[in-house]
């Protein structure tokens, strides 16, 4: 029967044992919040407030894990690119890198990340089979108010991605706005409820600390009924335990308290656990992501929400501490997606990043492309039968002259995994022979930047969101 090969790095008793201390940290230690709105209705359903602490009881925990749905679908703004949670396939899904700064172009300029780059980035994921969903970067474009920057990039988004979007806020008042953007492009509330092609982040300040931007997006989406995938980004040293297994319980407890705030205010709501763990260098005082035991401390993570809670989780799925695409790339970034592969992770994330989630290069994101190919087709496994062991000739023994000509290998050839950019043995033109990995990647993107990117909205559509985003901008900067 086909299977797959899959890493557990917890025992069963280890499970039990990291979920309960989870449990623990949040009703015996509790989070700071100071969001009125929020602190409300979490009294209401059970939980415990004195002034800007809670505390959440276990019965109140269960009852909002008991909420949370094993199956969802997210929905994209082309519904060819829809994912249905599990995977149906028994697959990953995959998603851009978020929040970054900088963007390195096709010909290796650095620079902030501007609304074209946005809108050149969006274009080759559109195009990229392996990348299932983009999250919104750091923009920062001079020829807009730099308060309403995260509306203005949700704008081209909305214009240009046919995958789902996760969007980051960068402030509290721009929360509302862009909901309300969504909900317009979506063709009203109801309509974005009941398909969600966005979902939302929000963010701990580790440890249990969650400030008011963060708290209103989680209050506003589970008001609106939007979904949201709850982040933590605990550094190990820095604000959290140094080790792997211990950075992996903040993380998780930051994300298992904001699931258990969302349920309890829209029970049902569909979230993705998103623990993302880096490590504070001892030496150099860096922040890193690749270390060794921070890659355990994520596989932690995913076997804890997926194995013990049947919660969908994601974490780095790709990425590098390098600054170049160099060798430390390229090893540091296939080891994390293979590892992560084997996981029980449902969304393998930071695609096309580097420099610790500081960069984002097309390039890399098109190479990133095939290597989660790859692995996609290690995680399925192989079966094993009479049929796929090509027995019944083997039995006979008229293999004399080999199998090129056996009616197996025709059926079964074409369904080897073959890298599109990959050069497999000499190939006959010898300049294509000279061409590195790096070379057929900037062929692709040439290829897949020549035309220029459909608007996935209407103008009547595109006319209300640019009036909401003009009016988000006056309302934030005062211009």
């Known amino acids: 029967m086909k299977g797959r090969i899959k890493y557990d790095v917890l025992t069963p008793d280890e499970t039990s044992l990291f979920a309960d201390r989870m ?35 276990r019965e109140v925990i ?59 980035y ?23 108010p730099e308060e309403a920057i995260d509306v203005f990039t949700l704008e081209q988004a909305l214009h240009t991605s046919a995958k789902h979007i996760w969007i980051q806020p960068y402030e509290q008042a721009n929360v509302k706005f862009l909901i309300e953007m969504c909900q317009t492009a979506a063709g009203g509330a109801d309509n974005l409820r009941e398909k969600p092609f966005v ?24 008001k609106a009924g939007i979904p949201v995938q709850p982040c933590s980004l605990p550094t190990a040293g820095a604000n959290a335990p140094v080790t792997g297994q211990g950075v992996a319980l903040v993380a998780a407890a930051d994300v298992l308290a904001q ?9 049902g709501l569909p979230v993705i656990a998103t623990t993302l763990l880096f490590s504070l260098d001892m030496i150099t005082t860096q922040t890193m992501q690749s270390q060794t035991e921070i890659t355990m401390g994520r596989l932690i993570c995913m076997q804890v929400f997926e194995q013990h809670y049947n919660i969908r989780c994601h974490s780095y799925g790709t990425g590098t501490d390098s600054d170049k695409m160099d060798g430390q790339n390229m090893i540091e970034r296939t080891s994390l997606i293979q590892a992560m592969a084997m996981s029980d992770a449902s969304v393998l994330g930071g695609a096309g990043q ?68 990959f050069l497999t043995g000499t190939a006959d033109d010898p300049e294509e022979a000279k061409e590195t990995l790096l070379d057929r990647a900037m062929k692709e993107y040439r290829k897949l930047t020549a035309e220029e990117a459909a608007s996935q909205l209407d103008a009547e559509k595109a006319a209300l969101i640019h009036a909401i985003t003009l009016r988000a901008a006056e309302e934030l900067s005062g211009k």
């Not at 990953?92 to 970054?100: H, V």
Request: glycine fraction near 4%.
């Open 354 to 421: 580097l420099d610790t989630a500081k960069t984002i290069s097309p390039i890399q994101l098109i190479i990133d492309n095939e290597i989660f190919e790859t692995s996609r087709r290690l995680r399925t496994g192989l079966e094993v039968s009479d049929e796929t062991l090509n027995f019944a000739e083997l039995l006979a023994g008229n293999d004399a002259d080999g199998y090129l000509r056996s009616k197996h290998t025709r059926k079964h050839c074409r369904k080897m995994h073959r890298p599109k950019l």
């Open 62 to 120: 269960k009852k909002a894990l008991d909420s949370v749905p094993a199956e969802f679908t997210l929905y994209a703004p082309d519904e060819a690119n829809n994912m249905t949670f599990p995977h149906p396939e028994g697959s990953f899904y995959t998603r851009t890198n978020t929040g970054a700064p900088f963007y390195q172009n096709a010909d290796g300029d650095k620079h902030l990340v501007t609304l074209a780059d946005v809108k050149e």
């Open 122 to 144: 969006f274009t080759i994921a559109n195009a990229l089979k392996n990348i299932n969903y983009v999250a919104l970067p750091s923009a920062c474009d001079p020829a807009v």
């Open 199 to 222: 979902s939302f982040i929000s963010c701990s300040v580790p440890v249990l600390q969650f400030k008011d931007m963060d708290a209103e997006i989680i209050y506003r989406c589970a």
């Open 259 to 267: 699931i258990v705030m969302l349920e309890l205010l829209c029970p």
């Open 23 to 57: 449990e623990r940290l949040l009703s015996e230690r509790g989070i700071d919040l100071s969001h009125e709105e929020l602190k409300k209705e979490l009294a209401k359903n059970g939980c415990i407030v004195e002034g800007n602490h809670v505390w959440f009881p």
